[in-house]
Every structure is written in structure tokens, then in C-alpha cells.
T-cell receptor, first 112, second 110 residues
């Protein structure tokens, strides 16, 4: 069935290094791909999105890459900080269906 | 401040009891959602509502019920028919494809 998944459940990086979180998706019909950040005990927060007709989008310290050929999505965080420690979810949205499907999440640990 | 307010934050329930989780938004969004999150897992959609007085089942609706009598409110009832209700419940509203989440309600069945 439709699914959005992640390659690794945890990622540990040194403070100041760049982080790359990966995601594989299976539904080619999705219109938007979104990254959310969830801190412990809180609800997820929107980080950045990318439309299906784009392959790269940059935000503040974050970049999302979309490779439709291999159905792969990644989130790059530059100069990772302790405050970036959280679980990161990729998600895909099919706007006609009003549904957003989430992957299982990757927990990012930032070592000082 | 605009946002999603969920209550209670923590709730304990005995087996066989129904419980209702509250969700209120002041973002003037039409669409609202309920997701369930289990430890180490992603979010699974329970119910969603695109407009007042209308709602649809998500992927795991069995044992849950909702109502949408007001634009601002989308309460979720976890019924005794839900076999494994202990979980973290998240309410959200959306603007286009972006979801805005509340802080969640953690339900524990004793």
C-alpha cells in the first residue's frame, strides 16, 4: 500500500556538522513532500516542504532534496545545533484527498 | 496567540470506559485531523474533517468517534471498543498542505 518510510531510525552527529536525514516514498501521485520536527512530548512542527515538480528547496539552515526517479527525499541540516535534537518525519500529501501520510521518523542526536 | 489547544495533556482511563479528548483551534482553518502516535512509530490518521458537520474515517478509525459541530472544535471519543487505546493523540488543523499540531494528549489505560 501507500507508505512513506525512513532508512535509519536514529542518527547521531557532532555539533557543528551537517546532518542528512533520508526518506523513501512509494506514491508517485503525491503533490507535496513535507518535513516535520517533533521534540519530546510535543506535537510535530513544520520545517520545510517541496512541491513534486521541484528537486531542491532551501530554507534557513535546511535544504530538502527530492529525487523522483528513485522516490527519495532528504533533509539536510547545516551546522547542526543541540536544539536540532528531535525526531524528524517526512510526510507526503495528496491535496485532493486531504490526507497526509507520515513515515516512521528518524531520531537525531546532536553530540556536544 | 493562534494555535491548536488540546486537553487534557494526560489522561488515565479504566478499561471499558469511554473518554473524550478535546481539540480547539483559533486559526480559522476548515480542515481538522486526529492522529495517533505509538512509541517509535509515525503518525496514523484516525479521522479528519474538511468542513463543519462533515468528517471521514482515516486509516485506523475503528473504536473511535468524532463530531464537528463548530469550526473551532473537533473532539475525539475513544470508546471501549478500541482494543489498544494507550497512545499519544495529536490533533491538527491545516492550511493547504501544512499541518498545525497541538501539544498532544497522552492516554493511558489502566
Amino acid at each position: 500500500g501507500e507508505s512513506v518510510g525512513l532508512h535509519l531510525p536514529t542518527l547521531s552527529v557532532q555539533e557543528g556538522d551537517n546532518s542528512i536525514i533520508n526518506c523513501a516514498y512509494s506514491n508517485s501521485a503525491s503533490d507535496y513532500f513535507i518535513w516535520y520536527k517533533q521534540e519530546s512530548g510535543k506535537g510535530p512542527q513544520f520545517i520545510i516542504d517541496i512541491r513534486s515538480n521541484m528537486d531542491k528547496r532551501q530554507g534557513q539552515r535546511v535544504t530538502v532534496l527530492l529525487n523522483k526517479t528513485v522516490k527519495h527525499l532528504s533533509l539536510q541540516i547545516a551546522a547542526t545545533q543541540p536544539g536540532d535534537s528531535a525526531v524528524y518525519f517526512c510526510a507526503e500529501n495528496m491535496t485532493k484527498g486531504f490526507k497526509t501520510i507520515f513515515g516512521a521518523g528518524t531520531r537525531l542526536f546532536v553530540k556536544a | 496567540d493562534g494555535g491548536i489547544t488540546q486537553s487534557p495533556k494526560y489522561l488515565f482511563r479504566k478499561e471499558g470506559q469511554n473518554v473524550t479528548l478535546s481539540c480547539e483551534q483559533n486559526l480559522n482553518h476548515d480542515a481538522m485531523y486526529w492522529y495517533r502516535q505509538d512509541p517509535g512509530q509515525g503518525l496514523r490518521l484516525i479521522y479528519y474533517s474538511q468542513i463543519v458537520n462533515d468528517f471521514q474515517k482515516g486509516d485506523i478509525a475503528e473504536g473511535y468517534s468524532v463530531s464537528r459541530e463548530k469550526k473551532e472544535s473537533f473532539p475525539l471519543t475513544v470508546t471501549s471498543a478500541q482494543k489498544n487505546p494507550t497512545a499519544f493523540y495529536l490533533c491538527a488543523s491545516s492550511h493547504r498542505w501544512e499541518l498545525f499540531f497541538g501539544e498532544g494528549s497522552r492516554l493511558t489505560v489502566l
